[in-house]
């Protein structure tokens, strides 16, 4: 992905399939060599020609895919997304169901899918038992430099279990990032990006498809909307009528120099009484609680039509420098009041209870002191500086929240969390995530942060009940085997050149593994374990100068202190989040 809706700013991503086909075309593709390599994926797709359900474990790490919700059973429904490695990025078409009461994956490949793609919408009905719909996305050449933006629709039968492609001429051109939503009997299409060698461009159109007809209309709503943007949010209201809110757009500054914008503004798309050909736009300007100006938000619709947006990524961008924030909090819009409010978790009940009763025996404020150190409060940050071509120095941040910080009531009552020094349940800060609601309950799955020079693409499932927002339940925890990070060589990427289509995977995979080791013995990377039930309260300090080390290791020599010791924390934080 090169948008900043769908990847943090300033982080360049090489890009290929999933096959080693690299040197099958030359490094420099044009469109038409994009084309083959689809068509020559959609050749071994079509070899299956049955419908084989297999039960599995949980996905492998992935983000920009989609997650939907079937309409007549407890299940969530994965397709496609993409994974990158530190040298690769890896594109699926792959659709996998997740049991809800059985808690248990299922892959289920159908013949004839639609074509490897991320950052392509989803949106289910329930027509004919539950129909899937899937448009645009995008899919990326080996080197990373051509980017083919689909703009093909297509239909999964959920009852039947068949894909189908819809060809209705009039849509919209091909893009990625843009939002679609079910409005009575119609998808509503809106916005996106187009990329290519030579510019890009930012749409802010609005398409119809009718459900009934399967055809396609472009409307022409009146009065001022949105500029053109990707990965804002866009749902619909209980009285019919659209939101957008947000979303993120750049624009040419010079020459070979970008300046993105984060927006922050909402509107109302509406359908006049009785016209649903004539649209209307209208800025509104909610109150309360809103969520700081972000990129790589996700979105999903939580009871009474209330709109639930959590985490992505903060830019802050002076000159020639950006620095990114990840974030993990919820916020919810109530359409009805046109108010913003924070999605504050009040914490188990029976946790309450137990915190309490102990601090009767305790002495009075002996507890807050303990988990008012530094290290118990203070965010954990990482921060690294990327220099491009041009001289740019780009600075990305991510902000882990410290224990206890995130997700709590922000009250002085006796149950608050932090004065018990109760490190809460919940997900790592993350941008592009994928979320779905099913009867009540937010479940969340996948995205990526970054850590120093990693990118972490991440596997885990985090369900919360939305009525009772006590707590979030990890249904699926992240597994550290399955983070894999390959440094970017001149000398690696020339022997995949020349390997890649003699089916060298092998060979590849073992290399790596001895890498892998190598650096293992010389980087001394045996990490102190985490003890059974040790808060992370307690580790951070046992291990502290383990940490450090590795930190500055990572960093290098003349850092700054204060950098190495919230680089350390980040590292101590992903390391016990894995091993927990």
Same mark, same amino acid.
């Given at each position: 992905?090169?948008?900043?809706?769908?990847?943090?700013?300033?982080?360049?991503?090489?890009?290929?399939?999933?096959?080693?086909?690299?040197?099958?075309?030359?490094?420099?593709?044009?469109?038409?060599?994009?084309?083959?390599?689809?068509?020559?994926?959609?050749?071994?797709?079509?070899?299956?020609?049955?419908?084989?359900?297999? %039960?599995?474990?949980?996905?492998?790490?992935?983000?920009?895919?989609?997650?939907?919700?079937?309409?007549?059973?407890?299940?969530?429904?994965?397709?496609?997304?993409?994974?990158?490695?530190?040298?690769?990025?890896?594109?699926?078409?792959?659709?996998?169901?997740?049991?809800? $009461?059985?808690?248990?994956?299922?892959?289920?490949?159908?013949?004839?899918?639609?074509?490897?793609?991320?950052?392509?919408?989803?949106?289910?009905?329930?027509?004919?038992?539950?129909?899937?719909?899937?448009? &645009?996305?995008?899919?990326?050449?080996?080197?990373?430099?051509?980017?083919?933006? @689909?703009?093909?629709?297509?239909?999964?039968?959920?009852?039947?279990?068949?894909?189908?492609? !819809?060809?209705?001429?009039?849509?919209?051109?091909? $893009?990625?990032?843009?939002?679609?939503?079910?409005?009575?009997?119609?998808?509503?299409?809106?916005?996106?990006?187009?990329?290519?060698?030579?510019? @890009?461009?930012?749409?802010?159109?609005?398409?119809?498809?009718?459900?009934?007809? *399967?055809?396609?209309?472009?409307?022409?709503?009146?009065?001022?909307?949105?500029?053109?943007?990707?990965?804002?949010?866009?749902?619909?209201?209980?009285?019919?009528?659209?939101?957008?809110?947000?979303? @993120?757009?750049?624009?040419?500054?010079?020459?070979?120099?970008?300046?993105?914008?984060?927006?922050?503004?909402? *509107?109302?798309?509406?359908?006049?009484?009785?016209?649903?050909?004539?649209?209307?736009?209208?800025?509104?300007?909610?109150?309360?609680?809103?969520?700081?100006?972000?990129?790589?938000?996700?979105?999903?619709?939580? %009871?009474?039509?209330?709109?639930?947006?959590?985490?992505?990524?903060?830019?802050?961008?002076?000159?020639?420098?950006?620095?990114?924030?990840?974030?993990?909090?919820?916020? *919810?819009?109530?359409?009805?009041?046109? =108010?913003? *409010?924070?999605?504050?978790?009040?914490?188990?009940?029976?946790?309450?209870?137990?915190?309490?009763?102990?601090?009767?025996?305790?002495?009075?404020?002996?507890?807050? +002191?303990?988990?008012?150190?530094?290290?118990?409060?203070?965010?954990?940050?990482?921060?690294?500086?990327? !220099?491009?071509?041009?001289?740019?120095?780009?600075?990305?941040?991510?902000?882990?929240?410290?224990?206890?910080?995130?997700? +709590?009531?922000?009250?002085?009552?006796?149950?608050?969390?932090?004065?018990?020094?109760?490190?809460? !349940?919940?997900?790592?800060?993350?941008?592009?995530?994928?979320?779905?609601?099913?009867?009540? $309950?937010? @479940?969340?799955?996948?995205?990526?942060?970054?850590?120093?020079?990693?990118?972490?693409?991440?596997?885990?499932?985090?369900?919360?009940?939305?009525?009772?927002?006590?707590?979030?339940?990890?249904?699926?925890?992240?597994?550290?085997?399955?983070?894999?990070?390959?440094?970017?060589?001149?000398?690696?990427?020339?022997?995949?050149?020349?390997?890649?289509?003699?089916?060298?995977?092998?060979?590849?995979?073992?290399?790596?593994?001895?890498?892998?080791?190598?650096?293992?013995?010389?980087?001394?990377?045996?990490?102190?374990?985490?003890?059974?039930?040790?808060?992370?309260?307690?580790?951070?300090?046992?291990?502290?100068?383990?940490?450090?080390?590795?930190?500055?290791?990572?960093?290098?020599? &003349?850092?700054?202190? =204060?950098?190495?010791?919230?680089?350390?924390?980040?590292?101590?934080?992903?390391?016990?989040? &894995?091993?927990?």
């Amino acid at each position: 992905m090169t948008d900043t809706a769908a990847l943090p700013p300033g982080l360049l991503v090489a890009t290929t399939p999933s096959f080693h086909l690299v040197s099958i075309f030359p490094s420099a593709l044009r469109k038409e060599d994009l084309e083959a390599l689809i068509a020559h994926f959609q050749t071994l797709d079509a070899r299956k020609t049955q419908v084989v359900e297999t %039960p599995c474990s949980p996905p492998s790490p992935r983000l920009n895919a989609s997650l939907s919700t079937h309409p007549e059973k407890d299940e969530l429904i994965l397709f496609g997304g993409e994974y990158f490695n530190g040298q690769k990025t890896f594109l699926y078409n792959e659709l996998y169901v997740y049991n809800i $009461r059985k808690d248990s994956w299922t892959k289920v490949e159908i013949p004839n899918p639609p074509p490897r793609r991320c950052a392509h919408q989803a949106v289910v009905v329930p027509q004919g038992g539950g129909q899937l719909w899937i448009f &645009g996305g995008e899919f990326a050449s080996p080197d990373g430099e051509q980017f083919y933006h @689909y703009k093909d629709l297509w239909v999964l039968h959920l009852a039947t279990k068949t894909w189908e492609q !819809v060809r209705s001429p009039g849509g919209p051109s091909g $893009r990625s990032g843009h939002r679609m939503v079910a409005w009575k009997r119609q998808l509503i299409l809106f916005g996106g990006f187009h990329e290519s060698t030579r510019d @890009y461009i930012y749409y802010n159109d609005v398409y119809a498809f009718n459900l009934d007809t *399967f055809t396609w209309s472009k409307l022409s709503p009146s009065g001022t909307g949105p500029t053109p943007r990707s990965g804002c949010q866009m749902t619909v209201t209980p009285q019919g009528s659209i939101i957008i809110y947000g979303g @993120y757009s750049k624009q040419r500054v010079r020459k070979d120099v970008d300046r993105g914008t984060q927006h922050s503004d909402m *509107f109302l798309l509406k359908a006049e009484e009785g016209r649903e050909d004539k649209w209307s736009w209208t800025r509104i300007n909610p109150s309360g609680a809103k969520p700081t100006p972000r990129s790589g938000f996700s979105v999903a619709v939580a %009871p009474n039509h209330q709109t639930l947006l959590f985490g992505g990524v903060c830019d802050e961008e002076e000159e020639e420098s950006l620095e990114g924030d990840f974030l993990n909090d919820l916020h *919810f819009y109530d359409p009805v009041r046109n =108010r913003w *409010f924070a999605g504050q978790l009040k914490g188990p009940k029976a946790e309450k209870r137990r915190r309490r009763r102990g601090r009767k025996a305790e002495p009075g404020g002996a507890d807050k +002191q303990e988990v008012k150190g530094p290290s118990a409060q203070e965010p954990l940050e990482v921060v690294r500086e990327v !220099v491009s071509e041009d001289g740019t120095v780009v600075t990305i941040k991510q902000v882990l929240a410290a224990p206890g910080a995130v997700g +709590q009531l922000e009250s002085d009552d006796d149950d608050s969390p932090e004065e018990a020094g109760v490190a809460p !349940v919940e997900p790592s800060p993350r941008s592009n995530a994928m979320l779905a609601v099913k009867h009540g $309950r937010l @479940y969340l799955y996948g995205g990526m942060f970054e850590a120093g020079d990693r990118q972490v693409t991440l596997s885990d499932l985090y369900c919360l009940d939305l009525h009772k927002m006590e707590e979030w339940t990890v249904l699926v925890e992240m597994d550290p085997e399955s983070q894999e990070w390959l440094e970017e060589t001149d000398s690696d990427e020339d022997s995949e050149e020349t390997e890649g289509a003699e089916g060298g995977g092998e060979g590849a995979e073992e290399e790596e593994e001895e890498e892998e080791e190598d650096s293992s013995e010389e980087g001394g990377e045996e990490h102190p374990s985490v003890a059974p039930g040790e808060l992370f309260a307690d580790y951070l300090p046992r291990t502290e100068q383990h940490w450090l080390r590795c930190a500055r290791d990572d960093i290098g020599p &003349g850092a700054p202190e =204060r950098r190495v010791l919230r680089a350390a924390q980040a590292l101590a934080q992903a390391f016990y989040d &894995g091993s927990a």
